[in-house]
């Protein structure tokens, strides 16, 4: 992989998740994938500290199975996004693995919102991202988004950020 594949990849992935194509983006995960948002430290032990997401493939299974739920009220209206995508940096690549570094701004909105005073959320976020080449394909073993204020009030989100 090199810097002009990984934000290719990266501006892929984020476009599935802006259009909602979450069953998509599901199929990007290893089947060992970790997906985490964590809240407060970024660099804590997610077994030992509370995250806002921690997530192995069939935990996002049930999170998308529920997403998709006629019961799922929190999802209704949808809450949309646009991911802005920056400083993507390729830290290490062999022919097999990579691992990339970014910083993402999640602009997240949702249409009928009671809110007048914010109705657009705005999560700037540094990512961290280990791919693993499947094939001729690129997959997610690792993803964590460190929300800069997840340690704060986390607005209402998306099965997937």
Not at 153 to 158: D, E, I, N
């Given at each position: 992989?090199?810097?002009?594949?990984?934000?290719?990849?990266?501006?892929?992935?984020?476009?599935?998740?802006?259009?909602?194509?979450?069953?998509d983006?599901?199929?990007?995960?290893?089947?060992?994938?970790?997906?985490w948002?964590?809240?407060?430290?970024?660099?804590?032990?997610?077994?030992?500290?509370?995250?806002?997401?921690?997530?192995t493939?069939?935990?996002?299974?049930?999170?998308?199975?529920?997403?998709?739920?006629?019961?799922?009220?929190?999802?209704?209206?949808?809450?949309?996004?646009?991911?802005?995508?920056?400083?993507?940096?390729?830290?290490?690549?062999?022919?097999?693995?990579?691992?990339?570094?970014?910083?993402?701004?999640?602009?997240?909105?949702?249409?009928?919102?009671?809110r007048?005073?914010?109705?657009?959320?705005?999560?700037?976020?540094?990512?961290?991202?280990?791919?693993?080449?499947?094939?001729?394909?690129?997959?997610?073993?690792?993803?964590?988004?460190?929300?800069?204020?997840?340690?704060?009030?986390?607005?209402?989100?998306?099965?997937?950020?």
């Open positions: 992989m090199n810097q002009a594949q990984a934000e290719t990849f990266l501006s892929r992935e984020l476009r599935m998740l802006d259009q909602r194509k979450f069953r983006w599901r199929q990007l995960l290893t089947d060992d994938a970790i997906y948002v964590p809240n407060g430290d970024a660099d804590g032990d997610p077994q030992q500290h509370c995250s806002i997401v921690y997530a493939p069939p935990m996002v299974e049930d999170r998308l199975q529920r997403a998709e739920s006629p019961f799922y009220w929190v999802g209704d209206p949808p809450i949309r996004s646009v991911h802005t995508v920056s400083n993507v940096l390729l830290e290490r690549a062999d022919g097999d693995s990579a691992d990339i570094a970014c910083n993402q701004v999640i602009y997240l909105y949702r249409e009928n919102d009671q007048r005073d914010q109705v657009l959320d705005t999560l700037p976020a540094q990512c961290e991202y280990r791919l693993r080449r499947q094939g001729d394909d690129w997959q997610i073993a690792y993803k964590k988004v460190a929300l800069l204020n997840s340690d704060g009030l986390v607005p209402l989100l998306p099965p997937i950020i």
